[in-house]
């Protein structure tokens, strides 16, 4: 499952319309779902961002997620329309910075994003300046691992072309022209977050072992990583409940397995 | 090689370092992201290594505090002083039995550039104590980014220099120019770690072939290079007498057993911490899901299965060298 977070409804309604995502709730934050891809629209700044991604982690389903922060931006000098993958998140005032690595070629340029609390239009670095990706990014990363999240910024305003330029229809417009670099991005993520699911998928026959006899909680552990180990090292031999049947409790199951390693 | 390194973070200190500069030039279509310390990229919670070594960044860094180290106990060759320093961190291969799988949590390359600054540490410890042995493939491999880092072409001509001080460059690298373009030095040994073609299949991703690694110490042996063997882990399996007695025969084959430095052999252990990493990582892996336990804090091979292996291939070896260059070792091997 990819998990997009917007702060506005202008750029959250490309990603809706190009994945058919469907409003789901009436919950503290405007979600949308898809058979693959749901989205929060979080509101404007960091503690929003970081609120909407908790939202998001509790109401979503599926197992092994990935998250991305989709946004415009403000840039020196970059074209309108430009897209950033961030390879580099400075929290406002600078005193934090995350480094999220891209485990795949990025489908755009990339760069360094620097979050703020106001609209900027010094735009001093070479950064993008916006404003969740210091609340997204670490919030994300109580979920998921750094690979399987990534913030995309689309340069909305620069010195040449403020803000005041801006509005629904042209923020809708910015996403818009960028679905491509949406679409690549949710392409990769999906690969890592299926390689992912995979990788912690509970061992064959756990549940059904774990449902016919009671098992403590360290037992538990035993067992799938039992089952696991089996899985890979007998791969043509699958545990059946039939080869258990006779085991009189918990302890002799998980001594029937080890016997078989 | 080069083509694998798309982004390289710079720590801010060593931005004008001359080696940065030069590294920075061999790669001028990679993202350059400046940090503050390497610590922020690559010791950070929540990476998963298994992941970013589809696609490992470069980081350049200096390297504070100590750098060179006493090597832990049952690490060594013979000598009776030994070090270690690693002027990298991680490596370009990815061995599924490397502990530092399990030790670090990034993929990344960490690359310290001060390499003055270890070169003066080991000047001073030798001036100290004499005759020291100084290993430098302990957290990495250590010929195997010299086209990028340009290690041995650095150190070389220092350990040429300071023969009290001995150099030991452990490798599966077949690039050998930097070794082969020079005269040998005498208090230099270049050992390669090998493992069994059926191991190597399925446990050394991107590691060069058995034969490939062999063609390359004969080249150094006949250039005059003093070269060691590692076989280290030993990997069990059900045909590891034959696996073993075939390597050791191909090996000698292509090298004159007489002028080997050193012969050292070492059963595959992890400390269980980082067992678990690893394990974590490479569920599917058949050696991290068989038959191991857990002794005094390492997990291993069963004790006897190891001693059968250590036996056998102690046995085997002392067909072709002598007892004098022969080493167990007890420390985790990459």
Known sequence: MIRIVTALAAEARPIVSRFRLQPDGDGPFRLYRGDQVELVVSGIG????????????????????????????????????????????????????????????????????QTVDGVESGFAGEAVYEMEAAGFYPAA????????????????DNRATGTEHLNGAKVEELIERNLPVIDGLVTELREIAEFLDRRSAPPPALAEIDQRWRFTVTQRRQLERLLRRLATLDPDRPVELDELAGAASSRAVLERLRSRL | ???????????????????????????????????????????????????????????????????????????????ERNFYFSHMLNCVYDCRYCFLQGMFRSAHYVLFVNFEDFESEIASITARDGDSWFFSGYDCDSLAFEPITGF????????????????????????????????????????????????????????????????????LQAAGWKIGLRFDPLIYGDSFREDYRGLFESIFESLDPALVHSVSLGAFRLPKSYFERLYRLHPEQRLLAGRLEERDGMVSFPAEWEAEMTDFCTAELRRWVGEEVFHLCTVPAG
């Open chain 1, 46 to 113: 960091s503690s929003a961002a970081a609120a909407a991604v908790g939202y998001l982690a509790g109401a979503g389903a599926g197992r092994a997620s990935a998250w991305l922060n989709v946004g415009i931006g403000g840039h020196r000098d970059a074209t309108l329309g430009t897209p950033r993958l961030a390879n580099k998140i400075v929290a406002a005032g600078g005193a934090r910075a995350w480094y999220p690595p891209a485990v795949f070629e990025p489908p755009c340029g990339e760069g360094a994003v």
């Open chain 1, 141 to 156: 990363l109580r979920f998921a691992t750094a690979e399987a999240i990534q913030v995309l910024k689309v340069v909305s």
């Open chain 2, 1 to 79: 090689m080069s083509r694998a390194i798309r982004r390289i973070y710079v720590e801010d200190e060593v931005a004008d370092h001359p080696r940065t500069l030069a590294i920075l030039e061999r790669f001028p279509k990679a993202e350059r992201i400046s940090c503050e310390r390497y610590g922020e990229v690559f010791n950070r919670r929540t990476q998963d290594f298994r992941l970013q070594k589809r696609r490992p960044a470069l980081i350049l860094a200096r390297k504070h505090g100590t750098r060179v180290l006493p090597t832990p106990p049952g690490y060594g060759i013979g000598g």
């Open chain 2, 152 to 219: 041995a072409e650095s150190f070389l001509p220092f350990f040429a220099g300071h023969p009290a001080a001995h150099l030991e460059l452990r490798t599966k690298a077949v690039h050998t120019e930097a070794l082969l373009d020079r005269e040998p030095l005498s208090n230099c040994v270049v050992a390669y770690s090998f493992t069994p073609e059926a191991a190597h299949a399925e446990l050394e991703r991107g590691v060069p072939t058995v034969s490939r690694r062999i063609r390359a110490a004969a080249e």
